[in-house]
């Protein structure tokens, strides 16, 4: 059964930066898609940034410009390096993985500090 871990959440200062890892049991490169997404206290679960099988990536309106995601093969991982934090990014990230069935990370709550 495959599995994603999350790793790397916790408090963030305003203007600082997070790097959120998730471990897949699976083959991180076996994937039709790969996420990362997020919900904030209140509101609707939102994308933060994709990425497809052959690589293709998209991110959020609200992230852009200051998100990267990213596939490690040898460490079997998927990472989000986001920058420049403010107190609208705090939410709950979690990691998603699709192979035809849908899978979760367990949620990183990220909060961001003014």
């Known amino acids: 059964q495959v599995q994603l871990v999350e790793s790397g959440g916790g408090l963030v200062q305003a203007g600082g930066s997070l790097r959120l890892s998730c471990a897949v049991s699976g083959n991180v490169f076996s994937f039709s898609a790969m996420a990362w997404y997020r919900q904030a206290p209140g509101k609707q679960r939102e994308l933060v940034a994709g990425?497809?099988?052959?690589?293709?990536?998209r991110y959020g309106d609200s992230v852009k410009g200051r998100s990267t995601i990213s596939r490690d093969r040898g460490k079997n991982t998927m990472s989000l390096q986001m920058n420049s934090l403010t107190p609208a990014d705090t939410a709950v990230y979690s990691c998603?993985?699709?192979?035809?069935?849908?899978?979760w990370g367990q949620g990183s709550p990220i909060p961001v500090s003014s």
């Open positions: 990425m497809s099988a052959n690589g293709r990536t």
């Open positions: 998603y993985a699709s192979s035809g069935y849908q899978y």
